[in-house]
């Protein structure tokens, strides 16, 4: 996982929001979680936890994607509040241009990245497991050749903007090259050039989070 792989939540966003592809691909198939090289865990397995929004724009995406990570389908609590947060999410003009939104995930006040948002090492799954994370919406983006990830974003952006980015957060990386975009995941990107995007949870997410959490 390299810096670019994981603060770059830009460019090809040639596909509309369809759903439903590859359906006979997906029938039989083995959810395969796609973890971090080391991985590492939130705190908590199934302790409430607790979103926030400081941007305060967006806020019906990042409460829907709250609602989503908590829901029934999957083994973890959590809910949106302005208070007490363990995921806070922020909107500014961030660094560069290509740079739509980053995870920026600690563990005890250590991150889990580096300034290059390389893996520290720093982060795991049994000791140091992550209990707070910032999550950076950049306004300053301008992916060259793909409008929809300049700010403004559309709603269903920012549905998917918030969910990847705290996919990023409870432990998960994009899928490699293969399969790709076969895998029916909020944590596809869009340099990957997939004709389908996911706005909500997919089973295939729920499966991975219960299975880590
Ligand atoms: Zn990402």
Redesign the pocket.
């Given at each position: 996982m390299t810096k670019k792989?994981?603060r770059r939540?830009l460019a090809v966003w040639s596909a509309s929001f369809v759903v439903a592809f590859l359906v006979t691909f997906v029938v039989g198939s083995v959810a395969r979680a796609y973890e971090f090289s080391p991985p590492f865990k939130w705190e908590w397995d199934e302790t409430d936890i607790v979103v926030e929004d400081r941007g305060y724009e967006y806020q019906s995406e990042i409460i829907g994607a709250t609602v989503d990570y908590g829901d029934d389908d999957t083994d973890i609590d959590t809910t949106y509040s302005t208070s007490g947060s363990n995921i806070i999410h922020l909107l500014g003009d961030y660094e560069g241009e290509n740079i739509v939104a980053f995870a920026d995930p600690m563990s005890h006040s250590t991150p889990c990245f580096d300034e290059d948002h390389y893996l520290t090492g720093d982060c795991d799954t049994s000791d140091n497991r992550v209990d707070f994370a910032y999550i950076y919406w950049n306004t300053g983006a301008d992916p060259q050749g793909y409008p929809d990830f300049e700010y403004p974003w559309t709603s269903e952006v920012a549905q998917y903007i918030s969910r990847?980015?705290m996919g990023?957060v409870f432990g998960f990386a994009?899928p490699p090259p293969t399969p790709g975009c076969s895998v029916q995941t909020v944590?596809l990107?869009p340099e990957m050039g997939c004709s389908t995007f996911y706005i909500q949870l997919t089973s295939h997410d729920n499966t991975n989070i219960n299975n880590k959490y």
């Amino acid at each position: 996982m390299t810096k670019k792989t994981l603060r770059r939540v830009l460019a090809v966003w040639s596909a509309s929001f369809v759903v439903a592809f590859l359906v006979t691909f997906v029938v039989g198939s083995v959810a395969r979680a796609y973890e971090f090289s080391p991985p590492f865990k939130w705190e908590w397995d199934e302790t409430d936890i607790v979103v926030e929004d400081r941007g305060y724009e967006y806020q019906s995406e990042i409460i829907g994607a709250t609602v989503d990570y908590g829901d029934d389908d999957t083994d973890i609590d959590t809910t949106y509040s302005t208070s007490g947060s363990n995921i806070i999410h922020l909107l500014g003009d961030y660094e560069g241009e290509n740079i739509v939104a980053f995870a920026d995930p600690m563990s005890h006040s250590t991150p889990c990245f580096d300034e290059d948002h390389y893996l520290t090492g720093d982060c795991d799954t049994s000791d140091n497991r992550v209990d707070f994370a910032y999550i950076y919406w950049n306004t300053g983006a301008d992916p060259q050749g793909y409008p929809d990830f300049e700010y403004p974003w559309t709603s269903e952006v920012a549905q998917y903007i918030s969910r990847h980015e705290m996919g990023h957060v409870f432990g998960f990386a994009h899928p490699p090259p293969t399969p790709g975009c076969s895998v029916q995941t909020v944590m596809l990107t869009p340099e990957m050039g997939c004709s389908t995007f996911y706005i909500q949870l997919t089973s295939h997410d729920n499966t991975n989070i219960n299975n880590k959490y």
